[in-house]
Structures are given as C-alpha cells and as structure tokens.
C-alpha cells in the first residue's frame, strides 16, 4: 500500500478532475463546526502566561487527563494522550506486537486501511475475518481464526466502513478471545459519539488487562487536524512500552490542541454532541432513502459517518466509483480498497452537506 | 535509562523539596515570550472556517513549508513538518539506521539523552566520541570512531550541553565522514537563532545526499510545547521512508500549532529574535563571570542555553548537584546526565531570570 497518496486521493483528484459538479462523499473528516468553547479555549490559551507555552507532561495535560479519567471511569493513571487516535493504535498495536508472542495481527476485512498499514509497517503478517453482509464481526468467525500466532486483534466500534456498532456480547468475546490465546485486543472507539442504535459496548466495560481502549476527540469535536486522541491502558507493562514509544517518537502532544479540547470538554453542552449527531443520521437516512428506492443492499449504519451500498448490476471497484462520478456526479470510495469481502461495494460518507443532491443523482442514475 | 522519570525530574524533585530558596538552571525550557504574532496566530486560528479544523496534509501545512524553504534555501518537497525536532530525530534516525548498513550510531559525548535513548529505541548500539575541554568535536575523533558498522551519525551545533558551535569546517567533515563510512549524518540545528559566535554553519551547505538537517521553532519561537519542527531530506528513499513513518506513527502534525508558527513566521520583526538572543547571551555572560571570579572551569558558550561548568574540588554527579542545592540555592543538571566525559561537571540552563542571584551565589558558595 502506498501511504503518500492513500487512495482515497486517486478517487478525490478524480472528482475534481471531473468535467461536472460532483459530490464529496470520499473524505471522513466532519463538514460542521467544531463546538464554540473549543474556539473560546483556543483564544483562552492565546492569552496564556508564556509557561503554558511550553511542554506539557509527556503523557498530557493533567485537566484533560482527569476529564477523560471522569468521563470514562477509569484512574488517571491509565490514560495517555496522543497525537489523535492513529498514534494511539499506533502505540498499541506496536507495545502489543512486542510484548505478545506471535507473528499474526488480526484485523476485519473490510478494514480501516491504516490498521493495516500499521500492521505491515511492524513487520506483523495480517489475517483478515471477513464482516457479515450486515457488517456485523462475528465472535465465532473471530475465535476460528485466532491462534497461538496471534498478537493483536483490532476491533473498531462504530465501524469505519460498515457503520456496524459491535453488541456488548460480541466485544465481550472479543476480549476473552485476545485472553485466550495470548494476544491483546485493541478497541478502536473513535465514532463513539456517533452511536445511533443506543447499543454502543465499550471494551472498558469488560475487565481485563489485555485490552486497550483508543479513541479521540476528532470527530466528536470535528476536529481531526488538532490531533488530540488518547489511549487506555490497564496493563502497567504495555502501559511503560507505550509511554516510552511516546516519549522517544513525539515527546508530547501540542499543547494548544490538548488546552482547548480540555476547556471545551468542561463547557460544551450535550446539546451540541446531540445536534451533530442528529444531523450525520439525518444524512445517512436521506441516503439509504435512496438506497431502499433503487434497491441496493447496504449497510444499515447503526453508528459512525459511512454507508456501504452494493447497486443491482455495479461493480465496487475504482472504475465503477469512476464512473458513478462522471455519470452520477458523486464520489464515493471503492469497497475493494478496505479488502475482499465488500469489493462489490461502494463506500459514501455522510461528511457532505449536499447528501440530498447525492441522493437524488444515484435516485436518478440508478432508477 | 528510565525516559517515564527523565533524570532531570529527580533533580527539580530534590529542589522543589528542598528548605530553602532554589534557582532553577536545570530546565532549557525558554522562561521568556513566544512572539506577540505568534498569540496573533492562535486568535487568528480561533476565527478560521471549520474547513481548517481537519486534517493538515501529513507533510505539514503548505505555507509553513514555503516559508521555510525560502529560509533555508531548499526545495519545498524536501520539507516535512514533524511533532517537534524531537519527532525529526526520531524520523531521521530510525530511517538511516534502516537504510545504512551497520549496527552503530555514532554520538558525541557530552550527549543529549534523547539520542541515546532513541538509538537504544531502535536496537542499535551507541559508540561515544568524547569532546574536547571546550566542548567541540574533533572531526579526526570522529572519524577515528567511525567504520562500516556506523550507520548514522548525530551531530548537534550549537550544542547541548556543551555551547560549541561547530566550525564549517568539522561540519563538512562530519558530512565526509558520514559517506566515507556508508552512514547519515543527522545535523540537529534546534539552537541555530541563539549563535554568538557568528560562526555558525548549518549542514545544508554542504551538498550531500546523505545528511538530514532537523530542526524546530522550540527554542527560537519559545514554544517547546507547541510541537512544531521539521526535517530537510535530500534523498528521495529517506524521504518516503520519513514520510511513511510519519504518517502511520502520528499521521500529521497539530494544525493550530501549525498554522500559529507560519503567521509568525511571516510576521515576527527581526528584532524579537535578536532581543532574546541578546537576553540569553546577557544571562550567560553574568554566569561565566561568576566562574571566572570563582575559578571555574568552563565551556564559554558559542551558542544555545547552556554553560558545562567544573568547579575546583567540586565533581558533577547527583550528589554533588545535591549538594549545590542545599548549600548554595542551585540546582543545575549532574555531568554524569550526559556521558563519561564530562562526568565532574555541572550543566547549567540559563532558561530563568534569575541567573544574577544565581551567579551571586554560586560566587558566595565557592568563594
């Protein structure tokens, strides 16, 4: 995999290459603004004393920290900031491959491309446990395919790119999967805000110390450029392996970004993390509307911002989403670029807000 | 070495717990303002569209990288924007050590830990060439050193600990020295805006495709905590693999920071720069006074925060920094911190703006 040009960008040069007006349904990252505090803690740090300008504790921010540890329920101690939630997968996957024996990281297909580039980079083989058509991982499937060669199995809850949002039974099998055979279970729970079925189980919820728990606050605050995430780490082992990778890779996070995520944690008001959230199910509704009328299989999203959708007679690959997007003007991403088992799909976020003009093109290309 | 409780945290615990009054000379966090432009930044940034909340292109922001290309005269593509200079060595070092043949990375002694700990990170043994009395770093016992099991080389001018600013002459020779052996040569220039000497010669002037300059606005900017810093990379497959590396560790770095350091980049007058740099070299010429009326020896700073001092009769481990804290209200940083060679001297920062009581003190204290 090149990770220059991932290949969401092959899709989005494409589309704007395109000799039409084509909807943005490629990129992951929030249309919307982030809430007002988080602005308000930013022009609060711009007045800061010059000692705030300088390092933060390597593991972060204490205020941030101690809102976290609060929110989550967990001591302080166990949680680490990190430079958004890829450093954090990155910090738990690689503590995980050293520390557990075993050559294999077990990842869902579809997959989040990164958690396999992740992979490959520690020099981890990859094993793949293909999603239902639902999008849902089965434990029984997860279990067959675990062995002594496993070291980590990456979960993500609401799923990127299915929408599937794991019950408390599945992540609970989950766990004791990674317990049974001698692996740790990283719990990727980045869309954790963006659970639409009221189901959504943290790997918190299960003890145990071979789990760590990632997340950020990029799309719940819509900030995926200020690179706040955070790990959650039980196991006091793992725990001293990843603040060290931390603390010889990045050092710290920036400061800026930890101050304002902290103050805007404190003063933001459920009523924008609602308001978001009713808006992105908005969107998925009006698309799968579309969907239901053309008649296309889909992924009906119990969380996150994606919709997989398979069309009577289309394809999933790069010159399908090609062509939707000269003949229909909406882009998607190729389900073949998340693995095997959705290449006959195709991916389309809801982070656009002309989600109605893209359903009335597909409504009208397909019908 | 424990990088969870850094060895210049047991110092600032001693102090802090200590009975009396204690001058701080232990952190090289800058006490001083970051640039009116640079809070500038921040509210700018505060009042940016939403679109600027989301992920900065993982090289870094397009207009910083500009800005700095024009600065250091090199091509834009070669820029990479990192979490900090600390995230350039990382990148830097890990990626020579791959691409080089060798077992070995090569440092000078005084070391600043961090590059230690970053080699022992990798796998790689350290080999250590002692400086000189004043603090350079004798290119003959550099390449003395130096053989095929070297495969990177890690240089630091103007230098911590030691002040030396390192001549173009040994700069052109580490660089020979570095393909004459089949290695890198990584140049960290963190301090180039605090020269005195006017001597100061950078790596980039020296045309080679095997050395990676690394460098951040920490110290020139005072914004340790900010996380901005960057690498120059000349040749194409070190790039990619810095690039790679970069994107699947932390993705891309922190954007309000970002985008704070390119608008005071743009605006900052020269004359912050210079004032700061007259300040710091004020605050050290008091010290070295105070050195000189006690009969100190000293590395006379050409350059950077700090001042190596060995005092008569005095050594420079934990329990005579100890001591100085007690007895005199100093704490500085033990010798023994940063290798053999230097193990009976005492490091000191002058990051605070009380280096005249300082001085005094020490004056009273050995006098």
Known sequence: MDYETPQFYRVMQYAAQADRDVVDMVSGSPDWDP????????????????????????????????????????????????NGAGEANHLAMAGGFEAFGGTEILLADPVYPYYAGRANF??????????????????????????????????????????AVYPESAIREFVAIAEDCGALLVS???????????????????????????????????????????????????????RTRHMLTTVTGSRPAQYAVAHALEATPPSYYSGVRERVRGRIDR??????????????????????????????????VYELIDAAGVAGMPGAAFGESFEDWIRFSVCTDRVETAAARLEAYFE
């Open 287 to 320: 698309l799968t509307d579309a969907l239901d009328s053309i008649g296309a299989e889909y992924t009906d999203p119990d969380g996150g911002f994606y919709v997989m959708a398979r069309f009577p007679e289309f394809g999933g690959g790069f010159d399908d």
């Open 122 to 163: 520690l020099g981890a083989a990859t094993r793949y446990v293909a999603a239902e058509t639902d999008g849902q991982l089965d434990p029984t499937a997860l279990r067959k395919a675990a062995s002594e060669e496993t070291s980590v199995i990456v979960v993500n809850s609401p799923n990127n790119p299915t929408g």
């Open 188 to 242: 990727d729970e980045v869309y954790d805000h963006f659970d639409y079925s009221g189901e959504f189980a943290s790997a918190l919820d299960v003890d145990s110390e071979q789990r760590i728990v990632t997340d950020a606050f990029s799309k719940t605050m819509a900030v995926t450029g200020l690179r706040v995430g955070y790990a959650i780490i039980t196991d006091d082992d793992l725990r001293d392996r990843a």
């Open 35 to 82: 809430p007002a505090t988080l602005r308000d803690g930013l022009r609060a740090y711009a007045d800061a004393p010059a000692d705030d300008y300088q390092y933060p504790p390597s593991v972060g921010l204490r205020p941030l920290r101690e809102e976290i540890a609060r929110r989550r329920g967990v001591p302080v101690e166990q949680i680490i900031i990190t």
